[in-house]
């Protein structure tokens, strides 16, 4: 049952909502390295799932842990702080900063912790984060945008600099919540493109997503969710063979 | 490593110039007299680190005055009780406005958007309303508190320095009337504007300004946003402390009048006018509206009649009629619709104006936000 | 002892009906509209006015010399005679006694006008700005409404009077059964609770039972689905916005013989009003009128002298105090929804 690799375990997790059962027995193990998609239906549960991850909602029962730290009743900040980063639905920037700027904010919270009264130094001596920032944004291709605004950027390129933003924080854990919701075919695929190309970082993924394109070509390992609870779990090769997947969801949309 | 980039030490060095030579400046305005200059300084500095809040955080205190009351109060206190040297009251001043802007912001932090507004303004309400009636033995009442002839002064006994005549503040002993005082105030928005200048500049301030921005990324990115936003409010209470012990200063006399929610509601109006999360804006807006306040007060029918004067008799007293009701007691109508006008069409304030102009005649895209120090120029 | 206590009750009734009115109309103004509106106690005030110019206008008099009779300084006596009691006799008489609560009938059209050209001219505008932004422009139209009052009725309160019959106290004890001439109440101030009842009555009527009304509550709950409908939601809210005007208006009106106005009357309840809202919690109408009417009557406890005696000041603070234990231990205020105001 303990397999030393595994580094997010969400523990016989059940969420109700009034007389919604939401999540019901979720057992779920990512091991480190490892890329590990969550999919199904709308309604599956899957947001509700992602936020039990993160703390914002607490499980009726059940419990998450991170790498022997649980995870439940801590804030974002101290969940950020233990190694996990995220990217939203919706990108989630300081729209009214410069790119570069969103990017060492990130930077900053890594290296001076949760809370750090660093006033009397300039931003223009941080010559250090300014460099990684910039380093990060090359790697990203954003560099050429770095004095905009980042309220001003495509729905595309916000992600990309959201992601940008959690990767410079070099996080054990990455989630993110439908990278390529909403975005045009172009931007999806320039997303995709570019999960692929961190994907060799050897940092933990988890991807909640309904797009399949998107989850076969880039998970290790797949879990169905549908009506709140997993009734599938494997390779990809494996879960497409699953007939209860097949009727559950791809029968259904696809 | 630099102290200052380029840029930023031009701005200070310009600023400070400025500020020096107003009383050179401002005399073809006929704003040159010390105890407006004296007032130019103080709410500069009220001003500029209401923004620290504001500007940066985006969290609107209604009740900033409350700070400012209480450093005025504890000035004269200290003018009191210990001595009357002016420095000592300033530490004192700044020091108690900080613990009161850190018990209140403590509370006040726990909501946001309109309920921190509401809150603030609850907490100065009861400030003013206490300091008129259960805390006269500390305020005075309505009376105000002042300097008196058999005050103790125990700092000034032990150290053996006589008080000849009518006490007033001093600056080790030199007197600090006239533009002594004006210098001495200026020295301290000089040395405000520093301060705020490199929190502004600083990580700190970018966290400050990544609040406002977008506070649930500020969370999910590890940032404990609480002691960010609570040591942006302490700051900003402080200036304020500092602001209404300078007005102690120059004018040894404390109101509660000073703590009620409108005196809250100017600052707001000073820092929108110049523009909410620039460095010189709220300077400018300060300076712009004690300038007019000072101004429009006295401008009476006698004086529009003689402007008036070339046109013909009827249009001359109508428009005498009309104008009447903008200045001397009505100077507050005019600050109101240039209020409402400034918000509906130029929420960034002055500042933002500066730059559209500026964007006008340079179509380089190079100008930073805060970065351009114009000349203030109190207009015709 | 429990007639004190009872007086008490009853003195912070009118208070509270006026905060309730007030509150109303705010929370009316910021559940459909979303608008945050600093400039709602200008509205109060300008009601106030309606009444205040109403009667000056009532009251324009002609003045005759008598050649026949002198005064007693041996000038000619002047007759003055108010113009509508020239007009109208006996009528205009009347008309001029209970000036305040005819006045209604202007005040009505007035404050619709001003709603209306308020939320068109400006408010509209300010719907997807941010809330900071809604209070900075309402509080400058507050200060403008507040200061061309000033310029053009001074400074200085002007007393209204009450109509002549409707002076006096009623004494509720006896009515009540007690002992007579113990609780006895002015009967203005019990015309106001009622008053403000019929119109706060009125107001959710208005939203349960009619098409429009529903429309509107469908529009607090949902925006973008009732305009989905093919519904003109703005079309209602700026009509809604006009009936806030005018509920604050009226309720200004009815106070003006309990204080006489001045220009800056709206912003003293204004302050207060909204720290009523948020007691209630934003965005809910009930909430708006009970925490209205307990904050004036905890005023109306706090100023008992046993209770200063205990706790010297508390009269003096004790709305912001309850203001801010309500907001710290419920966020939302006490009949607040959740997700409202909480960017």
């Not at chain 1, 059940?14 to 490892?34: C, N, P």
């Not at chain 2, 009740?63 to 009191?80: D, Q, T």
């Not at chain 3, 200060?143 to 409707?166: C, H, R, T, W, Y």
């Not at chain 3, 916005?241 to 220009?263: E, R, S």
Request: glycine share 10%.
């Amino acid at each position: 049952m303990t397999n030393p690799n595994v580094v997010l375990h969400v523990a016989d997790v059940h969420k109700r909502f009034g007389g919604l059962h939401a999540l019901a027995d979720i057992d779920l193990q990512v091991e480190e390295g490892q890329t590990h998609a969550i999919i199904g239906p709308n309604g599956a549960g899957k947001s509700t799932l992602l936020n039990v991850i993160i703390g914002k909602l607490a499980p009726t029962s059940g419990q998450v842990v991170f790498d022997g730290t649980i995870l439940t009743g801590r804030k974002p900040y101290q969940i950020n702080q233990l190694g996990i980063a995220r990217v939203f639905q919706t990108p989630e920037i300081f729209a009214d900063l410069s790119v570069l700027h969103n990017v060492m904010i990130p930077a900053l919270a890594k290296r001076d912790g949760a809370f750090r009264l660093n006033m009397l130094r300039g931003l223009d001596s941080e010559t250090g984060i300014l460099r990684e920032s910039e380093d990060m944004l090359e790697d990203v291709g954003m560099f050429a945008s770095r004095e905009m605004a980042a309220g001003s950027l495509s729905r595309g390129d916000k992600r990309r600099m959201e992601l940008a933003m959690c990767l410079i924080q070099h996080p054990r854990l990455l989630l993110l919540d439908e990278p390529t919701a909403g975005m045009s075919r172009h931007d999806t695929n320039t997303t995709i493109e570019l999960l692929k190309k961190i994907k060799s970082r050897g940092m933990t993924k988890v991807i909640i997503e309904h797009d399949m394109h998107v989850v076969f070509s880039l998970a290790d390992k797949i879990s169905v969710l549908a009506q709140g609870r997993i009734i599938a779990d494997g390779t990809p090769d494996q879960v497409r063979g699953n007939p209860k997947v097949q009727e559950a969801y791809l029968g259904g949309t696809h | 490593m630099r102290i200052m980039s380029r840029n930023d030490l031009l701005l200070f060095l310009g600023f400070t110039v400025v500020v020096l030579a107003m009383p050179i400046w401002l005399h073809p305005f006929g704003a040159a007299y010390p105890d407006l200059l004296q007032r130019f300084m103080i709410f500069g500095i009220f001003a500029v680190g209401f923004n620290i809040l504001f500007g940066l955080t985006g969290y609107l205190s209604f009740g900033h005055a409350a700070f400012f009351g209480v450093g005025s109060y504890a000035a004269v206190w200290s003018f009191k009780l210990l001595s009357l040297d002016a420095i000592p009251a300033m530490i004192f001043a700044v020091v108690v406005s900080g613990v009161f802007a850190l018990v209140i912001g403590f509370v006040s932090l726990r909501r946001s958007g309109i309920y921190f507004s509401i809150l603030t303004l609850a907490f100065a309400q009861m400030s003013y309303n206490l300091a008129y009636s259960v805390l006269t033995p500390i305020t005075n009442g309505e009376t105000g508190l002042q300097l008196n002839l058999n005050d103790p002064r125990y700092l000034d006994t032990t150290m053996g320095i006589p008080t000849a005549g009518q006490p007033v503040p001093t600056l080790l002993g030199q007197s600090l009337g006239g533009f002594a005082g004006f210098y001495f105030c200026a020295g301290f928005l000089i040395l405000a504007f520093f301060i705020a200048m490199r929190i502004t500049n600083s990580p700190f301030g970018m966290m400050l300004k990544g609040i406002k921005s977008n506070q649930t990324r500020m969370n999910y990115t590890g940032f404990n946003t609480k002691p960010y936003t609570l040591a942006a409010f302490v700051i900003s209470g402080m200036y304020a402390g500092l602001a209404g012990a300078l007005l102690a200063v120059t004018d040894p006399l404390a109101g509660a009048e000073r703590m009620q929610w409108t005196a809250s509601g100017e600052v707001v109006l000073m820092t929108i006018l110049g523009g909410a999360g620039t460095l010189v804006g709220p300077v400018i807006g300060a300076w712009l509206i004690k300038y007019f306040e000072n101004i429009f007060s006295a401008i009476n029918e006698t004086i529009l009649h003689r402007f008036f004067d070339v046109l013909p008799d009827g249009l001359d007293n109508a428009l005498v009629a009309i104008t009447s009701k903008f200045v001397g007691e009505g100077w507050f109508l005019t600050l109101g619709l240039v209020f409402v006008l400034i918000v509906v069409f130029l929420p960034g304030g002055i500042m933002e104006g500066v730059r559209r102009i500026a964007h006008l005649f340079d179509r380089k895209p190079k100008g930073r936000p805060g970065k351009a120090a114009p000349q203030p120029q109190p207009a015709e | 002892m429990f007639e004190v206590i009872f007086l008490q009750f009853l003195n912070g009734l009118d208070k509270g009906a006026a905060y309730a009115l007030i509150a109303l109309g705010l929370t009316l103004v910021f559940g459909t509209l979303g608008v945050v509106n600093f400039a709602h106690g200008a509205l109060f005030m300008l009601g106030a006015f309606c009444a205040v110019l109403f009667r000056q206008f009532l009251t324009l008099e002609t003045v005759t010399l008598d050649p026949e009779k002198l005064s007693p300084w041996g000038a000619p006596l002047e007759i003055r005679e108010p113009l509508v009691q020239a007009w109208f006799g006996d009528f205009g008489a009347v008309l001029v006694n209970y000036s305040v609560p005819a006045s209604i009938i202007i005040t009505i059209p007035i404050m619709l006008l001003v709603g209306i050209g308020l939320e068109r001219g400006i408010i509209k505008h300010f719907y997807k700005r941010p809330h900071a932004e809604q209070i900075l422009v309402t509080f400058g139209l507050a200060i403008v409404a507040q200061e061309l009052i000033k310029s053009f009725f001074g400074p200085n309160p002007i007393p209204q009077p009450m109509p002549s019959d409707l002076r006096g106290a009623a004494d509720i004890g006896a009515f009540l059964g007690m002992q007579a001439n113990v609780i006895t109440y002015p009967i203005w101030r019990l015309i106001y609770f009622l008053f403000s009842f019929v119109i706060i009555g009125g107001v959710f009527a208005f939203l349960q039972f009619t098409t429009f009304g529903m429309v509107v509550r469908a529009g607090m709950a949902d925006r973008e689905t009732v305009g989905l409908l093919g519904i003109n939601i703005d079309r209602r809210f700026t009509i809604m916005f006009g009936l806030a005007a005018v509920v604050a208006g009226i309720a200004g009106v009815m106070y003006t013989p309990l204080l006489p106005p001045n220009y800056h009357i709206g912003m003293d309840f204004l302050v207060l009003s909204f720290v009523v809202v948020v007691v209630g919690g934003m965005g809910s109408l009930p909430g708006a009128v009970a925490a209205g009417f307990l904050l004036g009557i905890l005023q109306s406890f706090a100023s008992m002298t046993q209770v200063k005696a205990l706790i010297p000041g508390i009269d003096q603070i004790i709305i912001y105090l309850v203001a801010v234990v309500i907001l710290l231990v419920l966020p939302r205020g006490l009949f607040g929804r959740r997700g409202v105001m909480e960017a």
